[in-house]
Structures are given as C-alpha cells and as structure tokens.
C-alpha cells in the first residue's frame, strides 16, 4: 500500500512569489487535507478536498487555494508569499469525506519564506 | 483561543518505566479524539484513537483514557521504549476538521 507522498521535500522562496506543493494520497483514499504546522506550533488546517471540490476551510486568506484531481492527488497553491507562510505544509488522505476517521499524513514540505 | 491544550512541553522518562502525556480540550461538541506521533523530518503517524462514547482504548502498549466530564485524555505509553521518543500531538474532531494541540516532546531514557 503506497503512502502519501509530498514534493518537494524542502523549498525557499522569496516573500511576495508563488509557490505550488503537490500531493499524492494513499492508495484508497478519496480526501485530502492540508495542514500548516509553524515552528513549536501543532498543524493549523488549512483546507479539504472531496471529489475534486473543497469541502472545509481554515482561517487561511484566500491566497491559500487547492486542487484535487480525478486521481485524488492534490495541489496547495499559495500566493503574494509572507515570511509568515514558513512552514511545515502537511498533506493528509483519509477513506471517506467524513471527518471522524484519521487522517495519514505525508512527510511534509518544508517552505521557508525570504 | 487555544480549544486542545498540551499543557507540558516536554516529559522524560526512564526506558521501562509508564509515559503519561496530558490534554485538555476546552470545546464540548468534540466527539473524536486521536494521539499522532511525529519523529524529525517525517510527518505525523496516526496511534490510537477513541470517540467520545468511550472511556478507555487500548491497542498494544498504547492505552488512552477520556473524562469527557473533566474535558481530558491522556495517553498512557507501557512500557515506554527508547523507540518512542518523539513529538506526541493530541487533536479532536467535533464532525469538523481535526483541531491539534502544540504537542510533548517525550524522551525515553535508557
């Protein structure tokens, strides 16, 4: 059974650029969420996605946008970057689009902002 | 506004011996409650999980207990493992996304 894999693994950026972090979610899986964990902090959500529309979102602005593809995979686009956004970004799959089931998280991609 | 607390930033404990990791939520519409472990450079690895219908669920060494009238649950790790040093992160559902606390670091002396 294949996990959730994240890319890249690491990332530096410069405040104000755009970056975009991909997921693929375990085998099975048809959810994927993202979660924002800054430094001494637990992970923040920041969105879900169900078949391919978002399904929940965080207290994140709208410069945090997804994607969800037809093969679950999924994209966390964020723009006009802040130095604020560094992070570790976790991706997250889980079996149905209900809540109560855990969640299995991918190593992350760690952003560091400029 | 802080809804999970991880009140205890750190715990040390000899190898063999019992690792008790506290939580308290302060929102009681949550129903679902799970610990996550969290080495360096991985992510969050899903342990044990218990709903609110429940006191108590165990799996292995792994034991969690809920009082649901007390707003706390605590993992309880026997015998605790050099293996089990890392970040433990307590988070809770209320039918909603998981909400995390900020998370023990545990160290398992030997």
């Known amino acids: 059974e294949t996990g959730v894999t994240q890319s890249p693994t690491h990332l530096i950026k410069t405040r104000g650029q755009q970056v975009t972090l991909r997921c693929s979610s375990q085998s099975g899986h048809n959810t994927v969420s993202w979660y924002q964990q800054a430094l001494g902090q637990g992970p923040q959500f920041i969105f879900q996605y169900y078949r391919e529309e978002e399904n929940g979102r965080g207290n994140f602005p709208p410069r945090f946008s997804g994607l969800q593809f037809p093969n679950y995979s999924s994209e966390l686009n964020v723009n006009a970057l802040e130095l604020d956004d560094s992070a570790l970004y976790l991706c997250a799959s889980s079996r149905q689009g209900a809540y109560n089931s855990p969640l299995h998280f991918g190593n992350g991609t760690r952003l560091t902002v400029t | 506004d802080q809804q999970v607390k991880q009140n205890s930033p750190s715990l040390s404990v000899q190898e063999g011996r019992i690792s008790i990791l506290n939580c308290d939520y302060t929102?009681?519409?949550?129903?679902?409650f799970l610990w996550y472990k969290k080495y360096p450079a991985e992510g969050p690895t899903f342990l044990i999980s218990?709903?609110?219908?429940?006191d108590k669920n165990e799996d292995g060494r792994f034991t969690v207990f809920l009082n649901k009238s007390a707003k706390h649950l605590s993992l309880h790790i026997v015998p605790s493992q050099p293996g089990d040093s890392a970040v433990y992160f307590c988070a809770a559902s209320a039918g909603t996304p998981l909400v995390f606390g900020k998370g023990t670091r545990l160290s398992v002396i030997a």
């Open positions: 218990i709903s609110s219908i429940k």
């Open positions: 929102n009681s519409m949550f129903d679902y």
